[in-house]
């Protein structure tokens, strides 16, 4: 009943601006999660957990960072299927985000441009929605990034400070070094200073996990514009320091594909279908260079069953969707659940 009324749902959230919109739908979500409307739904396709990272995932599909940026509708996203939730990206000290308008529809091409610049409220309310979600047996990501006032010299204590905190109830913890939307922020990608971050990282990870008695996995969210030379530098950076995954990738600040578009020229990032191809090249050619010593989450772009099979073919071992979440509802997740 629901994928049936989606189409109408689409149709009547797209009156309003994206932002507003993204409110009413996470609202409702969580409405119909208390009243058991979700319950209407049709029955998931039997699933096949996956280990990766040493975790257990229900199935091989998973929400991408930036819808449940606060962890506001885990309960209700997990009754969609979802196997993983990645809540964030998340900061040490709350933010409004960049000047509104900041989201834009690209409805022709599937895509969506965000310039939402980590609007959150914190890492101390993103641990306190965790931590009451209830019914959700799938994994839980924490996406982190640093504040856009802390100059990059010291964002390895904001990354600090969100590990240190999500780490009790986080099945695993993502650094977002890669959004265009916080000014400097890509300079992280370096080698150099990817190096020094991931050695920071992993020097408190094992402390944490000697305190806290289980190993939370830390990986890398990457950009999906980086070329062949770079790829392989991190790449080494990422074997040689102990990275325990990566998600490849966040979103593009290449027009080409929407060139035609008038809202192409809009700061941000542009997700969704016109990603899939730019995305794909970054995670093969990672999946190459890691030569599968580690896990890689393939995300950007998937609009189908078969986009999906194809990252799983380039060597992810995860999928996560977002963009095409919006514009084909539910039905997608349950689709890519049978993985």
Known sequence: MIDALYP???????????????????????????SGLLGMLSPAPVAKPVEVM?????????????????????????RLGFGHIEIGT????????????????????????????FNNAGIDSGVAKVRASE????????????????????AADDYLACLRKAYPVAGYIAVNLSSPNTPGLRELQGA???????????????KLAAEHGRQVPV???VAPDLDDDHIRALAKVFLDGGLD????????????????????????????????????????????????????????????LEDAEAKLRLGASLVQIYTSFIYQGPRLVRELAAL
């Open 192 to 206: 150099e200073a990817s190096a020094r971050l991931l050695e920071t990282l992993k020097t408190e990870q094992l």
């Open 8 to 34: 109408l749902a689409r149709r009547f959230l797209f009156q309003f601006d994206p932002e507003t919109a993204h409110h009413i739908s996470m609202s409702a979500l969580r409405m119909a999660e208390k």
């Open 219 to 221: 990986v890398f969210k």
């Open 135 to 154: 019914s959700f047996r799938g994994v839980i990501g924490f996406n982190i990034g640093k504040n856009k006032d802390t100059p990059n010299e010291n």
């Open 245 to 304: 995954g990566l998600i490849a990738t966040n979103t593009t600040l290449d027009r080409e594909a929407v060139q035609e578009h008038p809202r192409a020229n809009e700061a941000g990032g542009l997700s969704g279908k016109p990603l899939l191809e730019k995305s794909n090249r970054v995670l093969g050619e990672f999946a190459s260079q890691l030569g599968g010593r580690i896990p890689i989450i393939g995300v950007g772009g998937i609009s189908s």
């Open 90 to 117: 998340i900061t040490p000290r709350p933010q409004p985000g960049n000047p509104q308008p900041r989201l834009f529809r690209l409805i022709p091409q599937e895509a969506i441009i965000n310039r939402m610049g």
């Open 54 to 78: 040493g975790i257990t995932f229900p199935n091989r599909v998973g929400l991408a960072a930036g819808l449940d940026k606060e962890g506001d509708a885990i309960d209700a996203l997990g």
